[in-house]
């Protein structure tokens, strides 16, 4: 504890007596200063007991005294200490009054303790009590670093929380919850997610305070660029010295610890680069061995394949666009960037996938590949649905109205994702294959995700919106197009009616309401125009295909 007036006045060397006040003795004290000026308020910082022996005051004038001290209080004076037998044989009862009135402690000092004496008692009060800081300070870094190398961060938590009466939080890369002592503190520390989040967004080492039910400090854990980590401490007040030793350590340990996790995790990426290299090469024996106990759980079981790939906000945007249904423009929505990890989206995409399987207890083979990212991950597990909660927000948030003005979205980017169906190690190599078959049609689409599975039972028909078979499409049927803007016949038309009716005239003519002869003559029309015979497959192949491409994109 810092020394008080109450220490002052119980200093048996001193032999101070209070003479207003007295309620007020427990205040710290910061400082003892001597002033003899008429107005020493501009040279005070607060805290400080202001020695003086009225050579300049007026101290008989009750005005006088009253404007004094309450200028001295106003400036956060905690006490007075007035020297009898040098100006005045006992303290004026102006002053006395004023003192009293105002509140402010009044310190009657003998003639034999000089001003000196009381300087240094402060001064060794207060060189003490931080000297009983530092001491306790290193001995709660001892004891946090032994519970971390016993219990590892756990056993941190619990020490930290101890060590400032409060409790103590540990954040992943993501915002969630990892550990928290006591107990109870976890749900506490759920609800700051959202400020832990605001948090990443600065460069480490970053911390803000958070008030509401208690206060929380939170600070940034790692190096790095961004931080791989966050702490919160939570107290009922304001950390004392030695409470701030304590935290400071135990954001130096986390920070170490995080450190090495991630030396460790770039050791795990490369062994999973080899076995991931081994399973497409088809050698799974060899995977095995290799995987060990810190991926072999992952090979026993059924697991999906995920390729990712960034993709420019812009490609995406520019694809509704060309997609947009014709005269809807008022009211059609287009894709926008959602961009994560500040123009990382593979490095989110990767913490979203690694934090929810480290959450379940799940393995997860995330290896980085070029500009690409490929994850391996249990079939069903948390992982492959953390990836589709998350493409799942990103998806609903994409849409805002084409009007919005340009530039008010950046261009980051954001990603493409493709997921296999689910395979064992012997089909890694089909699994991959499916997964890129996958992530080109997200890319086409300007889908986030797209599963494998959804490509084998869904339509051919969603496959023609590409603009490569629109651009063949377009140029297929140009010259029928052209024909039918002159008013000479509707030969598109026409020729969609034969191709549904597989070439029965007399149904295709019904449909059409016209004679069949007239249909005969404009199927002649279009053999001549376009120089191919109907009478061959892969023609009339051709030309319901490009019909059906037209009509997907509204033309």
Not at 37 to 56: R, S
């Amino acid at each position: 504890m810092p020394p008080t007036l109450a220490s002052l006045v119980h200093h048996s060397a001193l032999k101070l007596t209070v003479r207003a006040g007295e309620d007020r003795l427990d205040v710290p004290v910061r400082w003892a200063h001597v002033s003899e000026l008429a107005d020493p308020v501009p040279y005070m910082e607060g805290g400080e007991l202001l020695l003086i022996t009225a050579l300049k005051l007026d101290a008989d004038d009750p005005e006088v005294m009253r404007r004094y001290v309450k200028r001295l209080a106003g400036a956060g004076v905690v006490g007075i200490g007035f020297a009898v037998g040098v100006n005045y044989d006992e303290i004026p009862k102006a002053l006395v009054d004023a003192a009293a009135e105002e509140g402010l402690p009044l310190l009657e000092v003998p003639r034999r303790t000089p001003f000196l004496a009381i300087s240094k008692a402060v001064s060794a009060a207060i060189a003490a009590d931080q000297y009983r800081a530092v001491t306790a300070g290193f001995a709660a870094q001892r004891e946090l670093t032994k519970q971390a190398l016993n219990d590892g961060p756990e056993g941190l938590l619990t020490a930290l929380a101890g060590q400032v009466d409060g409790w103590a939080a540990l954040y992943d890369a993501s915002g969630s919850v990892v550990a928290a002592a006591p107990d109870w503190a976890g749900r506490r520390a759920a609800r700051l997610t959202p400020d832990v989040e605001r948090l990443r967004e600065r460069p480490a080492p970053a911390s803000s305070v958070v008030g509401g039910e208690d206060r929380v400090e939170l600070h940034s854990l790692g190096t790095g660029r961004r931080p791989r980590a966050a702490l919160a401490v939570g107290t009922a007040g304001a950390l004392g010295t030695a409470e701030r030793y304590a935290v400071h350590s135990a954001i130096a340990l986390l920070t170490l610890t995080t450190e090495r996790s991630r030396s460790l995790h770039a050791a795990e990426q490369r062994i999973g680069a080899a076995v991931l290299g081994m399973l497409l090469a088809g050698e799974s024996d060899h995977a095995r061995a290799v995987a060990g106990d810190l991926y072999g759980e992952l090979l026993d079981a059924p697991f999906r394949l995920m390729i990712a790939e960034p993709v420019s906000a812009s490609a995406v945007r520019a694809h509704a666009d060309v997609h947009a249904r014709p005269g809807a423009a008022a009211h059609s929505k287009t894709a926008v960037a959602v961009p994560d990890a500040k123009g990382d989206p593979l490095g989110g995409l990767a913490e979203v996938v690694e934090s929810a399987a480290a959450r379940s207890g799940e393995s997860v083979l995330v290896v980085p590949d070029g500009e690409r990212l490929v994850v391996l991950a249990v079939d069903g597990g948390a992982a492959v649905a953390a990836c589709g909660d998350y493409a799942a927000g990103l998806e609903s948030a994409r849409a805002v109205p084409r009007e919005q003005p340009a530039g008010a979205v950046g261009d980051e980017g954001e990603l493409a994702v493709g997921l296999s169906a689910p395979a064992g190690p012997i089909a890694a190599r089909a699994a991959y294959k499916q997964a890129e078959q996958a992530l080109s049609v997200a890319r086409r689409r300007g889908r986030f995700l797209v599963e494998h599975e959804e490509l084998a039972a869904g339509s051919v028909l969603p496959l023609l919106a590409d603009d490569a078979v629109r651009a063949f499409a377009d140029g297929l049927l140009r010259a029928l197009h052209e024909h039918d803007a002159t008013g000479r016949g509707d030969l598109v038309a026409s020729l969609r009616a034969w191709l549904s009716r597989h070439g029965q005239w007399d149904a295709a003519a019904a449909d059409l309401g016209v004679h069949r002869h007239t249909l005969r003559y404009r199927m002649r029309r279009v053999e001549e125009i376009l120089g191919r015979s109907l009478d061959d497959p892969d023609v009339r192949m051709e030309l319901w295909l490009a019909l059906k491409a037209t009509a997907a994109t509204g033309e």
